[in-house]
Nanobody
Framework: QVRLEESGGGAVQAGGSLQLFCQAP????????MGWFRQAPGKEREFVAS????????SYADSVKGRFTISRGSAKNSVYLQMNNLRPEDTAVYYC??????????????WGQGTQVTVLS
C-alpha cells in the first residue's frame, strides 16, 4: 500500500495563503503525475490541480486558476500546492494523489489521508 504524507493545512482568514506539501514514499514514484483534489462537507471530491512527472505540464480547475500554483518539489516524488487569495468556498479536506505513467486518462491510483483547509470569512 502506498502511503502519501501530506502537510500544510490549517485555518486562515479569507484573502490569506497556505502551502500544502505531499511526498510519495519512494523514488519509484518520480515518474508518476501528482495532483490535488478536495472535498467539502456534503459535496463530492473534485479535482483541483495536477502536474506531470517532469513538472512541465500543469492543469487547474477553473475555480482556482490564477490563485493556486502546483509544482514538483526538489525531491521529484513530492509536490506543493501554493494557495493564495483563499476564499471561504475553498474550505475542504485536500487530498494528494498519484497517477501512474501514461496518458491523462489514466485515473489517479494512490491517495493521501487528506489535510483540512479552513478559510474564515
Amino acid at each position: 500500500q502506498v502511503r502519501l504524507e501530506e502537510s500544510g493545512g490549517g485555518a486562515v482568514q479569507a484573502g490569506g495563503s497556505l502551502q500544502l506539501f505531499c511526498q510519495a514514499p519512494g523514488e519509484i514514484y518520480i515518474t508518476y503525475a501528482m495532483g490535488w483534489f478536495r472535498q467539502a462537507p456534503g459535496k463530492e471530491r473534485e479535482f483541483v490541480a495536477s502536474v506531470s512527472w517532469t513538472g512541465d505540464s500543469t492543469s487547474y480547475a477553473d475555480s482556482v486558476k490564477g490563485r493556486f500554483t502546483i509544482s514538483r518539489g526538489s525531491a521529484k516524488n513530492s509536490v506543493y500546492l501554493q494557495m493564495n487569495n483563499l476564499r471561504p468556498e475553498d474550505t475542504a479536506v485536500y487530498y494528494c494523489a498519484l497517477r501512474p505513467p501514461g496518458p491523462d486518462t489514466v485515473p489517479f491510483k494512490y491517495w493521501g489521508q487528506g489535510t483540512q483547509v479552513t478559510v474564515l470569512s
